[in-house]
């Protein structure tokens, strides 16, 4: 049933989205450690991963140092060019 889910998600306008979380490890602050998620999301507000963000300042302790993002719609309008030239198949 996750399958339905996430398909009814995606018709809802949401898309694939990676973030990658480098934040000071707590034990060993001058350590940088990369944290690496994908979820469903809906740019460019991003809700999903601003209540992350916010679970993360609230409840772990490890300080965030930077947060990438990147955001894929999986459906969309088909994309389609022209093409001069005939193919014979035999």
């Known amino acids: 049933m996750a399958a339905h889910a ?3 998600r995606q018709l809802d306008g949401y898309g694939l989205t990676t973030v990658q979380v480098h934040y000071y490890m707590p034990d060993h602050p001058s350590l940088l ?16 991963l601003g209540r992350f963000l916010d679970f993360w300042r ?30 014979t198949i035999n």
Do not use: K, T
Not at 33 to 42: E, G, T
């Open 33 to 48: 450690q990369l944290f690496v998620m994908q979820q469903y999301d809906i740019a460019p507000r991003f809700p999903e």
């Open 6 to 8: 996430d398909l009814a």
């Open 58 to 87: 609230r409840d772990i302790e490890a300080v965030l140092h930077s947060v990438q993002v990147a955001h894929q719609h999986l459906i969309g309008p088909a994309e389609w060019r022209a093409v001069d030239g005939v193919i």
